[in-house]
Structures are given as structure tokens and as C-alpha cells.
């Protein structure tokens, strides 16, 4: 196995000499009714990733396939899963598809079978929940909890938070949503008091979230939330809970009411599948929830061994994406998902991909002569239509398009109004889309004018159930991995985050001058 | 006056011939302290707008002046509230500014003073305000109302959401939280469901908002509402108002606590200084608070009507984004707030921007040979610095930054944490990421070498108050206007949203084939 330059490939070259095909044409009449029959690979849990209306043909998939085999994306998964150091900046393992199943060898590091860590920190959460959703763990006056709230800001807010929402309304849908769940990230302090001025602390659990134990914002606001807790007459020991490594100086503190685990083979943005996740999905749904939720990104991630591509659907939404971004030119993706609960799914894959793969030099750290990670960015559907829609269809620069939908709601209501459910008219709305920036429509009034020719791709699930959200959260995760890989970058560190908090600090310790100096005394700081 | 496109004036060309100003070395040492006192302007409310680290130099912003005036800024500005028909493709007026106060002369249309009847409507919300707040207007049981309930999309959503969440917390410390404010927008069931599942529908008044009185989201959530409020064994009409246009379906509708109007001259992205933002935020916080948001507008708006740039901050603020776009090839800019209050303030700016300015035509129609308006994205810091940053810094391609700080938080809680507030932590850190983007930093480890050379710009403001944020808004809204005139553009209509709406009703009418009818299976539509 070798890691090499994505220039440096013949498959780059071999990429290069062909065109993009006219989606516009390849789509119109029966045969684009052929092509959305054809261009579609399974996901697990019975989804579907289709890619009819991205801009390639059969010549190209095998130009694709070629990369695919070329850049040894399977064998380069495979390395990472059977616990190679894969995070070459920071010698670190990359294991988080290991929280979810094992997919290749057993990974020992230090003694210690991962698989076995993960999932023993698994069944202590396990325990705990259930003892909180018993009662056997109750505050100081013997009541129950009702509310978790996740301290973490990062991997450690954006993903949980996604998630629970994502499955906020199905757990209240189908009586398994046990506490509600609230999150304070920013160091803004009204993010904490907003969050404490809305909740009934005397019958919360603050969840306090941070690998290193040593990140600014967390531990200025659990400092902050505690303070709250004493003031509301209540004891901080009976109401925090820790999800750090076993080496940070938050490990083993007595004062909590439990601590849970993962290490450093988690990076913070891969971190929804392990503890990071696990607590507070765990106590707002229940652990089972959470263990569906593990199974289905597990089943994805099995897929995604498959060296075929058109059996592996993260690895070719990756070489798509790769095709689009180094020989189309397209600097962004929007991921646009048809589901009001996956609201702020598109903010956590902003971080797993632009701080996966937002760098310009290769795993040894020499500078790179191609463009890397997109920009993305989205909203849901349909409420992205009546918002920045415009510009995706009739802007001056062509956005790729990555389209979520499912045939069913997650509540049980839903109305036939005009001879259609919402839901009906939300899965027409995304159907529509596709086909709107695909083909264009031509009109003597250039201003109603659509060129069409704007690449698209959709995820079309049952419904967004735990194992949906785990196949999700897993296909693009992989599609990140696998892109990185291509890019032959390590996915996995991310130092372009240090800088800024280094000049904070000198800000905060009077260490400047010049202009730093000079906005601190415009922030009278 | 005269509209011509950009690539036409001689502006145009004297910019291409000039070279961006190296910002590593312009904001280094005193010279960038000296930078940073010179490269501000006065905003309104005692904000200020900084350019110091973005690319530009007097010989630069000579050039940009010289642009401003040969477009003829400041005259298309004062056409457009002088009351003609600047939304040349609908032949409307564009009258957002007079819902905030007059700049010019009267706008007298179908014999109705325009700024008398944006007043009239802002008076008659407050008085219908005045009596939800002292249990004049009560519900079937003669109680007070407590929540009230937005159902729109896009402008009817995202700008009044944005600036509900901005003063929420705001008002909660000020004792002017009147009552709270929810938002349904999405044609997914399942968002009426989560806000119904949680609001005392007995005591929530519901706002159905949408101009034309057409918009399928709005008419489908609406009739879900009255059916939600019915099986609660409520009455419909003690529970429902409009906001809609005079000659709407919706218009005077007897069965609703109220109607409040605007008209066909007010953008629905620029809808928010209007009966569309004025209801549910007059309801929430009372009508003295929306008056002083407007007037904080007011103030900007006038600010605009500066021809000199350095006294017009919107104005210098568009140049500059002009520049980055035609000039230096920036696809995207992102909008990134140090206050959790503007969490969603970037979503909105995505919409007034994209919407307005996504356009591949001039004003006249014909297709344009320059890029237009950028990708909008953004979230709060410094929730950012821990999520998509690592791409801002060390990514392939360069992102504008367009930062937004205040001094002073919203709620009176702040604790001292190892020397610092939060507050205070907060400010250092956006005073950083400014640095830290222009000026990078050397490392003999390539990993951890920052480039810098990205330019950033800020808002300073004392605290996000009701007038802070309408200066804000007001400043985005017209830079945005600025950007249109420059580029030629009509900034008003959207007929991009126009093709996917029309599409999705076939799919419902089963009027489809090909591609489009194979992705409605797919859907089981």
C-alpha cells in the first residue's frame, strides 16, 4: 500500500482527458427515467444513493473505479480499521467505526482490546441510564432527572446536538424520549445562562464533555453552570456527569456523578459514536435507541469495504465529489436534507468534512498542488427553496447538491389537504429540485431562463429512524475518509484550529501589541 | 442616472490593474495598530465598521470611491427611496427602508402615502400588541394569550426567527419578554408536530404569514394548525391572525384576531422591518421594542445615503466584496457572529444575500460576463473556531470573513474564570481569529504553518440591544443593495425559486414522466 499524490496518479491524468457529461441531456425523456433506474447503488437499512444527475457516464465510472483502485481506497480503509496509525501528524489511530463494529482485526494498543473499551463504556452508560430512567440514580431530594444537558462545544456539541434532534420527534413519536436534551457550546456567556434560564436544574444532569479535559469554552462554562447549580440550592455532585479520556485531568473525578470514556483514537468530529454521543443520546432516548443508532452506521460502514464501487456507496459519492472539486472546478456542496429533524445535520458535516479535509499539504506535510476539501454548507428542505435556492439555480457559479429524503414523516400526523399530505408534497418538492437544476427550462424571458446543469445527488431513506441516522452519519463520515485518502491527506488532525486560540490567550494575558492590541482595546479587553 | 453593467465602466478597469494590498505585512507590527485606527468607520449606535484586515489601500479605495461614484451609488440609492420602480422585472417600488423611516420624499403610489401606511400598520400591531399584553385580546376562556406561533417560510421566517432569537435573551434581561415566539415554516409535517407538541395551544396566538396568501407551506401548515387547535377543543379564530397584502386571499379574513398588512414593495427577504417581522416580534417584546429596532435601521439607512465611502460603511463594505469577487475570485463569504444570540442571523444573511443577488442577468435581462453575488454561510463563534475554521485557515482556497463582536453580553450573568470573563474570552478570541486569518504564522513543521493572507472585516458594537440590531440588518440589507447596483443586477425578484414549485405540482398532479416520474416512485408519490 502507497500513499501517494493524487496528481501523481494515472487516474488523475486519465480523469482530466474526459468530459463531464450533459446532465441536461442524459436526463431528459425516458431515457433519464433509464438512468435514475441504472445510476443508483443500495445503502443499508433499505436507502438508496442515487447519482443520476451528477455529471457522469459509464466511461467515466470506470475512470472512477480506476482511481478507486489506484489510490487503494479499500486497502487504505481496511489499514485504518484494523488499527494502523492512520493519523500520521498526531500518531494516533483512527477508530471510531470500531464503537459501532468490528470490522476487520482485532486492535490492541496498549494492551488494551479497543473494540472490548468501547463497548465496555457502552454498557456502563447503559447502566446508568437505565438507572436514571428507573430512579435508583435520583438528585439530592430522591427525585428524577427530566432534562440532560451536553456541555461540549465542537465534536462535542455539533454532532450530538444533530443527532438528538434528528430523533428528538420519533422518540416522542414512539414514547422513547426519556429526558430532553440541551447543549451549551459557546464561551459566549448567554449561551450557558440562555440554556440555565430555560431549565429546571434541580432535576438536570450536566454532561461535561472534552477529550483533553482541558478545552477553554467547557471548562469555563462547567465552572459557570456549577456556580448556577449552587445557587439554585442544589449539590454540583448530584448533578454532573463527565465524557473525557482517561487521562485528562476530568478522569475519575469523585464530585461527578459518573465519568465514561474514549481515548485518543476519536477525533472530536468522529466522536457522535462513541461516549461523546453515547451518554447524552442515551439518557434523552434510551440505550437501545442509541445501540440501533450504532447498528445502522455499522451496516454502512461494512458496505463501505466493497472495492466495487457500485456497491460502495460513500466511496463513490467520494469520487464524485473529487471529480467535481479537481476537474469541474465547483468549490462548495450543499447538503440540503428534505427532514426538519436533520436541521442541523448539515452544520455537523460542515466540521467533519472542512475540518477533515480543509488542508493544503499531504500526510508527510509537503504542500499540495491540487485543490482539497470543499466549503459546505445547508439548510433543510423545503425551507432552503424560499431562501438561497436562487442563486444554486440561476447564480453565476454551479454548487453540487447533495439532496436527503425519506418516503415517510417521523410523527404521526399528517393531513391530506388539496389532495396531498405534507409529506407527499415535501418528497414532490425534492423530486422537483432534482429535476429543475438538472434539466433548466428554456423561456424567451432570460430573466425565467434556467441553463440547468447543476449536479445533484440524493439519499432516499424509509424514514429517519436511529439505524437511517446511522447510516447517514456513517456515509458521510467515509465519504470524508475516502476523499481524504485521494487526497492523500490526513484526515484527522486538525492544527489549523491552534493558532487562534494561541493569540486568545496572550490576548487574555496582556501579552500583545500592534494591531492585536489594538482591537483588544477596541473590545476594552 | 444610468445603468450600465460593471465590466463596462472604467472603474472596472482600473481595478483590474491594481493589485490587493499584502495583509501579512500591512497588519504587522505598529504599522497594523496604526491600520487598525485608520481603516474603521462609524456605523450607527456607536458601532464601527473595520476594514483594516481586509486587502485594500488608499490607492485601492480611491479606485473603489472612484466605482461607487461612476455607478452612481448614491443616486440609484436615493431613486430607489424616492419611490421608482427599482424591481424593474416585477415593476414594483422596493420600500423596506420607509418601513423605518423616510430618506427622501413622500412615495405616493395608488394615492396611498406609503411611509403613512407602514406606520398605520405598525401602529395598529402595537394597539392589537397593547391588548394581547394587558388580557384585552383573550382567548375563548378569557384568558391571556402567552405564546405566539410565526407560520411562514423564508422571509416570512428567517429574518423575524433571526431577530427573535437575537433579542430573546436580550428581553428576558430587560423584563420586555412579553411572551415567547415559536416558528413553523417547513412543509414536513413533522415541524407543525415538534412546535405543537410543545406550546399550550389554549394559549398561543398562531400568525399565518405570507404575502401572496398563496404559499403552499404557509396555506398547508396553516389549515394544519386550525385542525391541531380544533382537536384541542379550541376556537380558530381566538387563536389565528394574518399578516398578508391587501389584495390577498387572506386579506380581511373575519375569522382571524387580526389582519396586518404590507404590500407588493417589500421584498419577502427584506421583510422583516414590516407587519412580517413587526406581529411576532411586537407580540414578543412589545411594539416598543420593535420601534426601537426600526429605529436603529433608521439610523444605518441614513448612513447610506453618504456618496463618501468612508462615511458609508454598507457602501465601503460592498466595494470591498465587489472587489474580492470580480477581482480576486472569492467564491463564497462567511458571516461569523461572537454572540450565540446571531445564531441564526448568518441563515438570514444567506437568504437576503443569495436570493437577492444569485443572478446570471442584468436588470434589463441579458446574461452577464462577471461572477455576482457570493455563497453566504456562517455560525456563531466561537462555536466556528471549533467546527469548519481549520478549512478558513489552512484550506486550498481563501474564504472572506465578516466577523461581528460586541463588548458588553445580553444577561446580566458573567462570572471571573482564571482572570478573564467570558465575556472577555469571547472578544479575545474574535480579536485573534482576525490576526491569526491576515498575519498566519511561520512553523518549520508544515503542518502548523498558517498562510494568513485572509482577509477578514468586523462589526464592533457595544452590546447586541433592539437598535444594534437594526443597524445590523439594515447595514447587511444594503450592502446587499449596493452590490446589485454595482453589478447591475435586479436585487428584488427571485423567479430562480420559481421552476422547482411548478415542477413539484406536476409530480402531484401525476403529470410527470421520465426522470422526474422514477424519482416520485422512488418517493411512492
Known amino acids: 500500500m502507497v500513499w501517494k499524490n493524487f496528481d501523481s496518479l494515472d487516474a488523475y491524468k486519465k480523469l482530466g482527458e474526459l468530459a463531464p457529461v450533459d446532465v441536461k441531456t442524459a436526463m431528459a425523456g425516458e431515457n433519464g427515467a ?16 442515487s447519482y443520476a444527475a451528477k455529471q457522469v457516464d459509464d466511461e467515466l465510472l470506470a475512470a472512477l473505479q480506476g482511481l478507486a483502485d489506484e489510490a487503494e481506497l479499500t486497502e487504505k480503509y481496511a489499514a485504518l480499521y484494523n488499527g494502523e496509525v492512520i493519523n500520521t501528524g498526531e500518531k494516533r489511530l483512527v477508530l471510531h467505526q470500531l464503537c459501532r463494529g468490528q470490522l476487520g482485526n482485532d486492535v490492541i494498543k496498549d494492551g488494551v482490546n479497543k473494540r472490548e473499551f468501547y463497548v465496555a463504556q457502552q454498557n456502563r452508560i447503559a447502566e446508568f441510564a437505565g438507572k436514571v430512567h428507573r430512579g435508583e440514580i435520583v438528585n439530592e431530594n430522591g427525585e428524577k ?13 455539533l454532532g450530538p446536538r444533530a443527532l438528538y434532534l434528528s430523533l428528538e420527534n420519533w422518540a416522542r413519536a414512539n414514547g422513547t424520549l426519556k429526558m430532553e436534551a440541551r447543549f451549551i457550546s459557546n464561551v459566549d456567556p448567554d449561551d450557558a445562562s440562555a440554556v440555565l434560564a430555560t431549565v429546571d436544574i434541580a432535576h438536570a444532569i450536566f454532561i461535561v464533555v472534552s477529550k483533553s ?16 447549580i449552587k445557587e439554585a440550592g442544589c449539590d454540583p455532585s448530584k448533578h454532573m456527569a463527565a465524557v473525557t479520556s482517561e487521562t485528562s485531568p476530568l478522569a475519575g473525578n469523585p464530585e461527578y456523578l459518573d465519568s465514561f470514556y474514549m481515548d485518543d483514537y476519536i477525533g472530536g468530529r468522529y466522536s457522535s459514536s462513541s461516549a461523546v ?3 447524552v443520546l442515551s439518557l434523552a432516548f434510551g440505550p437501545e435507541v442509541f445501540a440501533r443508532f450504532l447498528d445502522g452506521a455499522a451496516a454502512e460502514d461494512a458496505l463501505a469495504k466493497n472495492a466495487d464501487i457500485k456497491k460502495n456507496p460513500a466511496m463513490l459519492d467520494a469520487l464524485i465529489g473529487v471529480y467535481e472539486r479537481n476537474f469541474l472546478g465547483y468549490g462548495m456542496t450543499a447538503i440540503l436534507p428534505y427532514s426538519q429533524a436533520l436541521s442541523r445535520f448539515p452544520a455537523h458535516l460542515q466540521q467533519a468534512d472542512m475540518e477533515s479535509n480543509g488542508k493544503s499539504v499531504n500526510r508527510y506535510g509537503e504542500p499540495v498542488n491540487y485543490v482539497t476539501g470543499p466549503v459546505i454548507f445547508g439548510e433543510p428542505g423545503t425551507n432552503g427553496q424560499h431562501s ?37 408534497k415535501l418528497s414532490a418538492n425534492v423530486a422537483a429540485q432534482i429535476m429543475a437544476f438538472a434539466c433548466g427550462k428554456d423561456d424567451e424571458n432570460s430573466n425565467k431562463y434556467f441553463a440547468g446543469e447543476r449536479p445533484s445527488s440524493i439519499i432516499i431513506g424509509k424514514q429517519l429512524t436511529p439505524e ?3 447510516a447517514l452519519l456513517a456515509h458521510f463520515e467515509n465519504k470524508v475518509m475516502f476523499q481524504g485518502f485521494i487526497w492523500n491527506l490526513n484526515s484527522f488532525d486538525q492544527e489549523g484550529v491552534q493558532l487562534g486560540k494561541l493569540l486568545a490567550k496572550r490576548v487574555l494575558a496582556h501579552e500583545t501589541d500592534g494591531a492585536l492590541r489594538a482591537f483588544a482595546d477596541i473590545f476594552e479587553i
Do not use: C
Not at 438512468?35 to 433499505?46: D, H, I, K, L, T
Not at 432527572?145 to 456539541?157: E, F, H, K, P
Not at 415517510?408 to 396531498?420: A, C, E, P, R, V
Open 213 to 228: 479535559g482541558t478545552t477553554l469554552e467547557t471548562l469555563t462554562n462547567e465552572t459557570f453552570v456549577k456556580n448556577a
Open 277 to 279: 454521543g453515547g451518554a
Open 34 to 49: 433509464k438512468r435514475v433506474a441504472e445510476y443508483q447503488v443500495p445503502m443499508s437499512n433499505g436507502m438508496v444513493y
Open 388 to 424: 438561497f435556492y436562487q442563486l444554486l439555480h440561476q447564480g453565476t457559479n454551479i454548487v453540487p447538491l447533495q439532496f436527503v429524503g425519506f418516503r415517510k414523516n417521523q410523527m404521526n400526523n399528517d393531513l391530506d389537504i388539496q389532495g396531498s399530505t405534507s409529506q407527499q
Open 468 to 470: 437511517a441516522l446511522g
Open 145 to 157: 432527572y427530566t432534562t440532560v444537558v451536553q456541555i461540549g462545544i465542537g465534536g462535542s456539541d
